[in-house]
């Protein structure tokens, strides 16, 4: 049995890296593995663990180094001598927790994947090549998917360590279209894992009326719910329109506080929310004395997912998992990857139409037909999204 190191950014709050990275490491202790953990942010389940704060993306240093990096085909002077001493930092950091922890596996968790901490990305590349040490990249989200990323005065960097290239290193990625352009663009062959829940064990019941006690809301209220970060990729504007069509008792809520893209979105939602007259709440369920996501999903009558850009897609696999009714929008990777194995969802496209509403109603209102959809989404789910998944894609790429 291995001990295996994870490396990321952050592993805390509710992120889809950290979602993701918990299920893998929850398979790999089942199949006898130990775990460790190496970030910028580590939550308290993530332990033992080795805590680097200068790994984070989250900090001023780091976001200085990205504003000179990025949005201009040519990077200041001081930008390349302060990334070597940022990088060398972190080699020395990554080789205490190999040495330390006695690491004989390490999984990249979307660090050698977009760049947001070009120096961690970097690192690793150093490391793994100088160490021989095996590698899987688990590659959630690259930044050639992501505009922010171009223009870049950094290309080379990006070619050498987005993901990287070494005899030592194995790839997975979460969507066939992903895998496909990872071939395309770099020659690298990827192993297709879907993100994943643990549809083999049914969830414990939420606690529906905790929740919306806390959360103000009465007995009437339709509570439209999108469990995502706030962040304009996510398209939450969509959800308050949902609700708007719904009428005046309808209630969206939020429950990622999550705001890696600044806080004028939130103010713009705020702005369009009052606009529609819709009450918006940002409730986070993040944090301790707080409901937990499975209590936002029970008291919620339908789930809202109209983002327009994912690389899977957490919040769609929760909703099934805890049997709600569901509102997503026909992104890429769902029309490619989730759509085909048959799950019943009301689809979008372009937007909120008085169809998607009256489709919406007409389930809040017949409850045996909804209770029909949900039964049905969770098996295509336990078929096609379980952790048997991860079993028979992850757990023979660390036996290699």
């Not at 078929?383 to 992850?394: I, W």
Request: proline letters at 6%; one cysteine or more.
């Amino acid at each position: 049995m291995a001990t295996v190191g994870f490396v990321s950014t952050r592993f805390a709050g509710l992120d889809g890296v950290t979602l993701e990275a918990a299920k893998l490491a929850a398979v790999a202790r089942e199949a006898g593995h130990t775990v460790v953990w190496f970030a910028g942010e580590l939550g308290e389940d993530f332990a033992p663990g080795m805590l680097v704060p200068e790994a984070h993306f989250d900090s001023d240093v780091n976001r200085e180094l990205q504003a000179a990096c990025f949005g201009s085909s040519s990077a200041p002077d001081w930008a390349h001598p302060a990334l070597r001493g940022r990088t060398a930092y972190l080699v020395d950091a990554l080789d205490q927790f190999i040495d330390e922890f006695g690491v004989d596996v390490l999984v990249t968790q979307n660090s050698n994947t977009i760049p947001m901490q070009l120096p961690l990305g970097l690192a690793t590349v150093e490391v793994v090549r100088r160490r021989g040490i095996p590698t899987v990249n688990h590659h959630h989200d690259f930044w050639w998917e992501r505009d922010r990323f171009t223009p870049t005065g950094v290309a080379p960097l990006l070619d050498e360590a987005f993901p990287p290239s070494e005899p030592t290193m194995r790839h997975m990625v979460i969507n066939s279209i992903a895998c496909d352009e990872l071939q395309r663009r770099r020659g690298i062959d990827s192993v297709v894992l879907p993100n994943v829940m643990d549809f083999e064990h049914p969830p414990d019941p939420g606690d529906a009326e905790a929740f919306r006690q806390a959360a103000g809301l009465t007995d009437d209220d339709i509570l439209v719910l999108q469990p995502t970060r706030i962040i304009p990729r996510k398209a939450i504007e969509d959800t308050i329109d949902l609700a708007a069509g719904i009428g005046s008792e309808a209630i969206v809520i939020v429950t990622h506080p999550e705001r890696d893209e600044g806080d004028e979105y939130a103010g713009v939602l705020e702005s369009h929310a009052a606009r529609q007259g819709v009450r918006l709440e940002f409730f986070s369920v993040d944090g301790p004395d707080r409901p937990s996501l499975a209590d936002a999903y029970a008291a919620a009558d339908v789930v809202s997912f109209p983002s327009r850009i994912e690389g899977f897609g957490n919040a769609l696999l929760e909703a099934c998992y805890y049997r709600r009714p569901l509102v997503v929008r026909r992104y890429a990777v769902y029309t490619a990857d989730i759509a085909p194995t048959g799950l019943r969802a009301i689809e979008i496209d372009d937007g909120i139409t008085p169809d998607v509403v009256r489709r919406v109603e007409r389930r809040l209102d017949d409850v045996d037909a909804s209770r029909s959809e949900v039964d049905h989404n969770y098996e295509v789910c336990l078929d096609h999204f379980s952790y048997a998944v991860v079993r028979d894609r992850f757990l023979p790429l660390l036996e290699r």
